[in-house]
């Protein structure tokens, strides 16, 4: 089972920048396909980017051009720019072994929650004010 600790959420203003971190191992980094999806109250969770174990990255049409994801052998980054008030949201860090469930969800937009299939780390919030 992965285990995934993300950081570097906070409060900026619109137009600002922030980078977050997940934590895992380089077992999990390596041999998961991993992403980031956040979710605001009230609303779905949303596929902001995953990055499958050859590299290829698929964005979300609400972030592409502004978010930049990447990996060493023990993180996963989310380097998030031009942020605005409706980046506003809880985002987790997540791992799937194929990802499908991850694909799904990215195409969808957004989509409930899947533990079955999918670890979650603990979440960071992200508040950006206008």
């Known amino acids: 089972q992965a285990q995934l600790m993300e950081s570097g959420g906070g409060s900026v203003q619109a137009g600002g920048s922030l980078r977050l971190s997940c934590a895992a191992s380089?077992?999990?980094?390596?041999?998961?396909?991993m992403g980031w999806f956040r979710q605001a109250p009230g609303k779905e969770r949303e596929g902001v980017v995953i990055?499958?174990?050859?590299?290829v990255t698929i964005y979300g049409d609400s972030v592409r051009g502004r978010f930049t994801i990447s990996k060493d052998k023990r993180t996963l980054y989310l380097e998030m720019g031009s942020l605005k008030p409706e980046d506003t949201a809880m985002y987790y860090c997540?791992?799937?072994?194929?990802?499908?469930?991850?694909?799904?969800?990215?195409?969808?937009?957004?989509?409930?929650?899947?533990?079955?299939?999918?670890?979650w780390g603990q979440g960071t919030q992200v508040t950006i004010s206008s």
């Open positions: 997540a791992a799937e072994l194929g990802g499908a469930w991850f694909r799904r969800c990215i195409s969808a937009g957004a989509c409930a929650p899947n533990s079955a299939t999918v670890t």
């Open positions: 380089e077992r999990t980094i390596s041999t998961y396909q």
């Open positions: 990055v499958q174990s050859d590299g």
